[in-house]
């Protein structure tokens, strides 16, 4: 069964202390992996989209590693703005072509 | 540009009643999908469009939830008979292609549904 499993649930941070949030997946053949950003009371906002093991993106302190089990997001320096719940989902080969799988997220806070 | 939009924001009815919601997709995208999120999981899915066409419904929960999109834009996620665990937030996403890549959805703020 398709499954995907983020960790940790919580992760608090001192601003400025980097870390890594962890996105573990376990699909029938891996079209694509997404991470997304959700504020409280807001839908999800899209961050990246990974295709290939080896792939690496970027955007300001949030960089997302692929492998062909997990992936990470990590956070350099975070800033509170940087506060949020981070969701990962994977669109499988085998499934439908428009499905996607969810994990249940990491909540991220940055105390300043 | 203007996002996705969802209408209303909140919702509360009486165990029982009928309730519509609203979502406006971006301008010109493709797909359209409805999803259901508890406090604190991700989004399960419910059921999606490509333009005006419901592809797939295998995550309505029963025969009371019902999706539409007649002009392939705007779409109206029902819920007949609401019971206790129809609370949720629902959200709508949009997406500018069909099934092809790039396959980034654009989220709409939700719709916090509470049955009383």
């Known amino acids: 069964e398709d499954q995907v499993t983020q960790s940790p649930e919580a992760l608090r941070l001192q601003e400025g202390e980097s870390s890594s949030l962890n996105c573990s997946y376990t699909v029938s053949g891996l079209r694509g992996l997404f991470w997304y950003r959700q504020d409280p009371g807001k839908g999800p906002e899209f961050l990246f989209t990974l295709y290939s093991a080896g792939e690496e993106k970027e955007k300001e302190r949030l960089k997302a590693t692929l492998t062909k089990k997990e992936s990470f997001l990590h956070i350099t320096a975070p800033k509170p703005e940087d506060s949020a719940t981070y969701l990962c989902?994977?669109?499988?080969?085998?499934?439908?072509?428009?499905?996607?799988?969810w994990g249940a997220g990491t909540k991220l806070i940055i105390k300043p | 540009g203007a996002g996705v939009s969802q209408s209303p924001r909140y919702k509360v009815a009486k165990r029982g009643q009928d309730v519509a919601l609203r979502c406006d997709p971006i301008?010109?995208?493709?797909?359209l999908f409805w999803y259901q999120q508890a406090l604190g999981q991700g989004p399960e899915f419910l059921t999606y469009f490509q333009n005006e066409a419901q592809l797939d419904k295998s995550g309505l929960p029963s025969d009371r939830f019902f999706a539409e999109r007649p002009e392939g834009s705007v779409s109206t996620l029902k819920i007949q008979r609401t019971q206790q665990e129809d609370s949720a937030v629902y959200l709508c996403?949009?997406?500018?292609?069909?099934?092809?890549?790039?396959?980034?959805?654009?989220f709409g703020p939700g719709t916090r549904l509470t049955v009383t």
């Open positions: 989902a994977v669109r499988s080969l085998m499934d439908s072509n428009y499905q996607l799988i």
């Open positions: 301008s010109g995208h493709v797909s």
């Open positions: 996403a949009s997406s500018p292609t069909g099934t092809g890549s790039p396959y980034e959805q654009y």
